[in-house]
T-cell receptor, first 109, second 116 residues
Framework: EDQVTQSPEALRLQEGESSSLNCSYT??????LFWYRQDPGKGPEFLFT???AGEEKEKERLKATLTKKESFLHITAPKPEDSATYLC??????????FGTGTRLQVFP | NAGVTQTPKFRILKIGQSMTLQCTQD?????MYWYRQDPGMGLKLIYY???????DKGEVPNGYNVSRSTTEDFPLRLELAAPSQTSVYFC???????????????FGPGTRLTVL
């Protein structure tokens, strides 16, 4: 069965304390892995797309990487404004995505 | 560009009532989607459309209907509201960017629906 699992469910970090979020997937024929950020009461906001193992993308303090079975979202020296829920999704045919349940990140000053 | 807009932002329904959630996008995207998000759960696809006049079921279509008469609009209809339909509903759209296009989806702000 096609599945996307994110861990941990919640993560509390001190400002400046780097860490990683995990997204593992079991999908045949990966056609793209997406990372989104979701703030409370708002819709998901697109961050990155990764297509093939070994690919990496960066945006400010965030770096996303991809292997054949999982993706990591690395957060370097996070700030309180990075607090949000981070969603991972996998594209498993031309038009549709499977979403994970997300990691709720809290960064304290 | 306003992107993806949804109305209403909040709504309370009684069991058995009907309503339509509106979704409009101004990016000329072919693909549009309806999701529901329950606490602690991922986004679940309800229905999607690959262009005007074409719709298909997603993972959780029961109790919902859609139509796509224009490229811009993709309304979601609840015919007989049930407490199980209490959720936050998100509309999204994406454009076709070629066979290797990223196909990222752009989301609206959501509609929070409570059925009592």
């Amino acid at each position: 069965e096609d599945q996307v699992t994110q861990s941990p469910e919640a993560l509390r970090l001190q400002e400046g304390e780097s860490s990683s979020l995990n997204c593992s997937y079991t999908v045949s024929g990966l056609r793209g892995l997406f990372w989104y950020r979701q703030d409370p009461g708002k819709g998901p906001e697109f961050l990155f797309t990764l297509y093939s193992a070994g690919e990496e993308k960066e945006k400010e303090r965030l770096k996303a990487t991809l292997t054949k079975k999982e993706s990591f979202l690395h957060i370097t020296a996070p700030k309180p404004e990075d607090s949000a829920t981070y969603l991972c999704a996998v594209r498993y045919n031309t038009d549709k995505l499977i979403f994970g349940t997300g990691t709720r990140l809290q960064v304290f000053p | 560009n306003a992107g993806v807009t949804q109305t209403p932002k909040f709504r309370i329904l009684k069991i058995g009532q009907s309503m339509t959630l509106q979704c409009t996008q101004d990016m000329n995207h072919n693909y549009m989607y309806w999701y529901r998000q329950d606490p602690g759960m991922g986004l679940k696809l309800i229905y999607y459309s690959v262009g005007a006049g074409i719709t298909d079921k997603g993972e959780v279509p029961n109790g919902y209907n859609v139509s796509r008469s224009t490229t811009e609009d993709f309304p979601l209809r609840l015919e007989l509201a049930a407490p199980s339909q209490t959720s936050v509903y998100f509309c999204a759209s994406s454009g076709r960017t070629g066979t290797s296009g990223s196909n990222e989806q752009f989301f609206g702000p959501g509609t929070r629906l409570t059925v009592l």
